[in-house]
C-alpha cells in the first residue's frame, strides 16, 4: 500500500521550461515532506524541504507548493536545465519512519 | 569528508547463501536506516535504527536482519536470500530519528544479483 502517491512516472521537459511533479499522501500524522534529487548511479540526495505550517518554500529554481487540507504537495522546477535531469522523489515523514513516493524521472531536452 | 560508504557496491550470488552488506557512517548520526529501490516502486524501509542496540521494522522487513552495535555501523544481513531481494539497497543516516527536521544522506548503493 503505497502511502504517498507521485506523478508522472517520467516527464519530459524542454530547456528553460517549468517541470512540475505532484505528490499526495493519506497519514495525516505526517510533519515534514522533503523531496529528494537522484542522479544515475549515486544515491538520493535531498534537494528540498517544506513543514506543513507552510504553503510554499523556494529555493533557487525550485519550488515546493504545499496544500495540507487536499494533503497533496508539488515541486516546480523552473527554467529547467538540462543538468536538472535526475530521478525525483518526494517523501513524507512521521516520528520515526520515512515513506517515500515512486519517482519521477525527468529529462530536460536542449 | 562525512559521509556514508556501503560495502560491497555490486554482488552476485546464489540463492540461499547468505551475504552481508556494510554501511558505515562517520558523521556520529543517531538514526541510520536501510532502503531498497525498484522500478516503479520507489524507496522502500527495510529496517531503521533509532540509536546503538534499537532497530525497527520498516515497511518490508521480511527476508532480512540488521544489527545496530556500534553508532557508526548497521549492517543488513541476508540470512537465506531469494531472487526477489534482487535490487539496488541503500543504507542512509541523519542526525535524529525522533527530530523531523533531520536531512537524510544516502550511501552510494549496493546492487544485488540473487541467481
Known amino acids: 500500500q503505497q502511502q504517498v502517491k507521485q506523478s508522472p512516472q517520467s516527464l519530459i521537459v524542454q530547456k528553460g521550461g517549468i517541470s512540475i511533479i505532484n505528490c499526495a499522501y493519506e497519514?495525516?500524522?505526517?510533519?515534514?515532506f522533503p523531496w529528494y534529487q537522484q542522479f544515475p548511479g549515486k544515491g538520493p540526495a535531498l534537494l528540498i524541504a517544506?513543514?506543513?505550517?507552510?504553503s510554499e518554500k523556494k529555493e533557487g529554481r525550485f519550488t515546493i507548493s504545499f496544500n495540507k487540507s487536499a494533503k497533496q504537495f508539488s515541486l516546480h522546477i523552473m527554467d529547467s536545465q538540462p543538468g536538472d535531469s535526475a530521478t525525483y522523489f518526494c517523501?513524507?515523514?512521521?516520528?520515526?519512519?520515512?515513506?517515500f513516493g515512486t519517482g519521477t524521472k525527468l529529462q530536460v531536452i536542449p | 569528508e562525512a559521509q556514508v560508504t556501503q560495502n560491497p557496491r555490486y554482488l552476485i550470488t546464489v540463492t540461499g547463501k547468505k551475504l552481508t552488506v556494510t554501511c558505515s557512517q562517520n558523521?556520529?548520526?543517531?538514526?541510520m536506516s536501510w532502503y531498497r529501490q525498484d522500478p516503479g516502486l520507489g524507496l522502500r524501509q527495510i529496517y531503521y535504527?533509532?540509536?546503538?542496540?534499537?532497530?525497527d521494522k520498516g515497511d518490508v522487513p521480511e527476508g532480512y536482519k540488521v544489527s545496530r552495535k556500534e553508532k557508526r555501523n548497521f549492517p543488513l544481513i541476508l540470512e537465506s536470500p531469494s531472487p526477489n531481494q534482487t535490487s539496488l539497497y541503500f543504507c542512509?543516516?541523519?542526525?535524529?530519528?525522533?527530530?523531523?527536521?533531520?536531512?537524510?544522506?544516502f550511501g552510494p548503493g549496493t546492487r544485488l544479483t540473487v541467481l
Open positions: 542512509a543516516s541523519s542526525l535524529s530519528g525522533t527530530s523531523v527536521y533531520n536531512e537524510q544522506f
Open positions: 497519514n495525516t500524522a505526517f510533519d515534514y
Open positions: 517544506i513543514r506543513p505550517d507552510v
Open positions: 517523501a513524507a515523514k512521521g516520528y520515526q519512519k520515512v515513506t
Open positions: 558523521m556520529n548520526h543517531e538514526y
Open positions: 535504527s533509532m540509536n546503538v542496540e534499537v532497530t
